[in-house]
């Protein structure tokens, strides 16, 4: 992908570890199991740290794929992480319950573009009936936590309006993206 951006090829890419329902196994790194099957572990410790080690192995293939948009030069000489916006997310907040809302997602690059890093936003806040995260006196996040992934707590907040906002910094001119309400501010 990175060598497609460089030479020009594709301004666009999407890489995927398999479906929602049949992400594949990294027998490589010692997982079997789907990450499907995994995230259906039901509380063995087991297959949670599987879990666990395969979305580390997910997060540090897209750390490596910034680097290298990070140390690789467009035709201007340019890093090419500040001309590409870079994705990293699931459908899916809690594969448990299959909840679908307040997704986690990370946005990375794409300073060239106006966009502005360094925060973390949670679009929850911002709601007026939100009360907190659950968490127990054992510091673990509850049950109710997990609530927050199969409900929207802030019902304004949809993942077109980041999609929306993508679309608008590649020069597509547009006003909705899907059911988009609004642009995110960036």
């Known amino acids: 992908m990175v060598l497609a951006f460089q030479t020009d090829t594709t301004r666009v890419a999407t890489f995927s570890l398999g479906g929602e329902g049949s992400a594949f196994a990294i027998p490589e790194i010692g997982i079997t199991e789907s990450r499907h099957q995994l995230s259906h572990h039901g509380g063995d410790a087991g297959y949670m740290e599987k879990l666990t080690n395969y979305d580390t192995f997910a997060i540090e293939q897209f750390s490596y794929f910034l680097s290298r948009l990070a140390e690789t030069k467009d035709f201007n000489g340019k890093p090419l992480l500040g001309s590409t916006m870079s994705l990293f ?8 319950s299959h909840g679908n809302a307040n997704l986690p997602l990370v946005l990375a690059g794409g300073s060239d573009l106006g966009l502005k890093h360094g925060t973390h936003i949670d679009f929850n806040r911002a709601a007026a009936n939100f009360k907190g995260y659950s968490v127990g006196a054992d510091g673990a996040l509850t049950s109710a936590h997990y609530q927050v992934c199969s409900r929207p707590v802030n019902t304004d907040a949809h993942m077109s309006n980041l999609l929306l906002l993508m679309a608008q910094r590649m020069g597509v001119e547009t ?3 899907g059911d988009s309400n609004k642009v995110v501010a960036l």
């Open 89 to 96: 997310g699931s459908g899916m907040c809690y594969g448990h």
């Open 175 to 177: 006003e909705r993206f």
